[in-house]
């Protein structure tokens, strides 16, 4: 008998062509019915709740009841860190492939990985946060500096109180497209919160892409240089989409 937890179980949950496409679509963090789910994965309604049922009972979604309708989403992020991670995997399976990740160029720009900011932009901006010593690494995994709180604060998060949640406060995530890591977790979903407060960025409907604006584009990209340090102003960042 192997050591630890048996993975084969939650493996062929997630195997499964259409409990894979019902995962892969609430990896846009948006909460879906089961007949939304079931479009998705071109199942029939009968068919949709068994699989939701199966994962329901694996603890890799989960539903909440709204007047008549049940909404479904993934558990947490440790479950969307998870799937990203075999997307990334099965992008390395596929020898003939020699493009990584996503083939549509708007969804390598930049996506939504369950409630962070994935893809070209989002890897740019944590190297960038490595680089100017907001974000540190260390041998335990990553720190936010002294520096970097105030940069946050400055930004309009509450770093503080991102901290005292319950949730993992901030980690990298490989980014399956760039083949290098975004930054995941509380503090990496309010920063894209607070992204799209400003008015940078929007959503597109019914889809993974995050769509950034000229001006947004622009400022996300300039926001560590040294004339903006520690952070540029945020009655000056506030623009309309």
């Known amino acids: 008998m192997s050591e630890g937890p048996n993975i084969v179980r939650v493996a062929a949950l997630i195997g499964d062509n ?13 909460a879906l019915t089961a007949t939304e789910l079931a479009d998705t994965a071109g199942v029939t309604k009968q068919t949709i709740s068994f699989h ?22 993934l558990m947490g992020p440790e479950v969307a860190s998870l799937l990203e991670s075999l997307m990334d995997l099965a992008c390395r399976s596929e020898a003939n492939r020699l493009v990584t990740g996503p083939r549509d160029p708007a ?5 939504i990985c369950y409630d962070h900011l994935a893809g070209e932009l989002g890897v740019s901006v944590y190297e960038q946060m490595l680089r100017t010593n907001i974000l ?19 930004f309009g998060i509450d770093t503080d109180a991102l901290a005292s949640s319950k949730r993992s406060f901030c980690r990298e995530c490989l980014d399956w497209s760039e083949r290098r890591h975004h930054l995941a977790g509380a503090l990496g979903s309010a920063l894209l919160t607070r992204i799209q407060e400003l008015g940078w960025t929007k959503r597109e409907e019914n889809s993974r892409v995050i769509v950034f ?29």
């Open 136 to 154: 540190h690494q260390h041998p335990g995994g990553l720190q936010l500096t002294e520096q970097g709180r105030v940069w946050f604060n400055q």
């Open 52 to 73: 939701l049922g199966k994962l329901l009972d694996a603890g890799l979604i989960t539903v909440e009841q709204q007047g008549r309708h049940r909404y479904f989403r």
């Open 107 to 111: 969804l390598r720009k930049a996506r």
């Open 18 to 30: 259409a409990r894979a496409e019902v995962l892969s679509a609430l990896m846009s963090g948006r």
């Open 213 to 241: 604006s000229t001006q947004g584009e622009k400022l996300l990209r300039t926001m560590f240089a040294p004339q903006s340090a520690p952070t540029v102003s945020v009655q000056q960042a506030a623009v309309t989409f």
